[in-house]
């Protein structure tokens, strides 16, 4: 098992100050009633830097607030947990936040139909005794454009073969499912 290492609490919050910081620093910089033209130090009043620290505080605190229920809701839904590393607080994805990490990847694979014109076709026999697997490997492949034709048969016209090899290889469903390349999908 390859071992993942924790992501601090600390290097989460120096990510989203990191972020913060420098959206609001582009924002007020380039306008964006003037996207071409950089405002340089030089054309700003004390009032208006007054103003832009002042703006620039207020909206760190609430995305900090907002950051913190963030991470406290991945807590409580199972997602993520906090563990102690060397006296200090790390926090680490559970398997059921890298799952969730998995099926969102998989959701937003940008779909290209396949220039060929052929459809590719899975077909799988997976026993019960893995039947989570089996869901989440057709839950899975509907995000990738799959549909079904009969309840073991999924065809799909995009080009995700990869993506699907990937689904097969991570759930370990290499000896109960096969792939196929099909010119035409029905009579005619």
Not at 56 to 66: G, I, M, N, P, T
Request: aromatic residues 12%; proline residues 4%.
């Amino acid at each position: 098992m390859p071992i993942k290492l924790p992501i601090t609490e600390k290097f989460l919050w120096d990510l989203h100050k990191f972020i913060n910081a420098t959206e609001g620093v582009l924002n007020f910089f380039l306008p964006e009633d003037r996207p071409y033209h950089f405002r340089g130090p030089e054309e700003m009043t004390w009032a208006e830097i007054k103003l832009f620290k002042n703006n620039w505080e207020f909206e760190y605190r609430k995305k900090k607030k907002d950051f913190a229920k963030i991470v406290y809701n991945l807590k409580q839904s199972g997602h993520i947990k906090t563990l102690k590393v060397k006296d200090k607080s790390a926090i680490m994805l559970t398997s059921k936040g890298l799952e969730k990490v998995f099926t969102t990847k998989v959701k937003l694979t940008r779909k290209r139909l396949r220039p060929d014109k052929k459809w590719q076709m899975v077909l799988f026999d997976i026993p019960e005794k893995k039947r989570q697997h089996r869901d989440a490997f057709r839950k899975n492949i509907q995000y990738l454009g799959y549909k079904r034709l009969q309840r073991s048969i999924w065809v799909c016209h995009y080009d995700v073969l990869n993506e699907t090899k990937d689904l097969i290889k991570k759930y370990k469903l290499e000896p109960h499912v096969e792939l196929l390349l099909v010119k035409k999908i029905g009579l005619g």
